[in-house]
């Protein structure tokens, strides 16, 4: 019989170095042995490199699988030329600070990962890996879903781990489990937590699971959207991580949307909001800029 293995999976940290350590430091403590990432390493928060230290460093003392998530695809596009109206502003300015922040050998990295990936571990069944769903890594699998039934007809694997959504959720579907670990740096409906899943095998291709909450150090990451420029780079934006962060209440989309709608209701015009707006839908949200 194939010893007991513990696997921590992780998804969207989204540059929350401190949701990070602390979800690793207690998968540690856990004993989790290996660590499945389904991307969104970087992006929302500050200081994204911290980040991705921490994760490179992790991947040279333990086993490691990445993958990319649609927030490495951004960066990857920008790169080759694409989102070029990426400036500062609460539009698109974390997505400029955070492109800022990389190094080659980061991009490179993230161009090297796959947007899917089978495991197999002994003591587990087969896998299937995927930031969104197993077809589009910005794509949704949810159990309600009309679409949910045909994406998993055409998975061979019992088991898929996706992120992507936010939110912890588990569910059996047609004799497939999907399984969310939820988001370790942006949780939903969780704010001063994080999370992240440990499954652990039991030497008979069946595993239990455990789906983990923990607290963290919420306002060191409130404190580098000051420190590290981001709360004056997209003034709105940060607002609302910062928000998130303290409450799990996610108004980032939300104000979006309210600022395309009021720029095009006083200028008729779509697509890319000025700043004027996004401090508009601040004051109609009750966003509080950092």
Not at 20 to 31: F, K, T, V, W
Not at 68 to 77: D, Q, S, V, W
Not at 114 to 130: D, H, I
């Amino acid at each position: 019989m194939n010893p007991t293995k513990k696997l921590a999976v992780l998804s969207d940290i989204h540059a929350n170095y401190w949701a990070l350590r602390a979800c690793l430091s207690e998968a540690e403590r856990l004993g989790a042995e290996a660590y499945l990432f389904l991307g969104d390493y970087v992006s929302d928060c500050a200081f994204p490199r911290k980040t991705l230290e921490l994760l490179y460093a992790l991947s040279e003392r333990a086993p490691c699988v990445f993958l990319r998530g649609n927030r490495e695809e951004y960066l990857l596009t920008h790169r080759a030329g694409g989102e070029s109206y990426w400036a500062p502003g609460s539009e698109s300015g974390s997505l400029w600070y955070t492109y800022g922040e990389m190094t080659e050998k980061d991009l490179d990295w993230m161009a090297g990962l796959p947007n899917r990936q089978r495991v197999e571990l002994p003591g587990f069944p087969p896998m299937l890996l995927c930031h969104g769903n197993p077809e589009a890594t910005g794509g949704r699998l949810l159990a309600d879903a009309s679409e949910t039934p045909q994406l998993l007809a055409r998975v061979e694997e019992p088991v898929i781990l996706r992120g992507h959504s936010h939110r912890q959720e588990v569910f059996v579907r047609d004799d497939k489990q999907v399984i969310n670990p939820g988001a370790v740096g942006s949780t939903k409906f969780m704010g001063g937590r994080t999370c992240f899943a440990l499954l652990e095998g039991s030497g008979e291709e069946s595993f239990s699971l455990r789906l983990i909450q923990i607290p963290y150090d919420v306002e060191a990451a409130v404190a580098d959207l000051k420190t590290s420029g981001l709360s004056e780079i997209a003034p709105v934006w940060a607002a609302a991580v910062a928000m998130m962060l303290r409450t799990g209440e996610d108004l980032l989309i939300k104000a979006l949307r309210t600022a395309h709608w009021l720029q095009k209701q006083a200028t008729g015009q779509e697509g890319f909001a000025e700043e004027k707006y996004w401090l508009q839908a601040a004051r109609r949200l009750r966003i509080s800029l950092l």
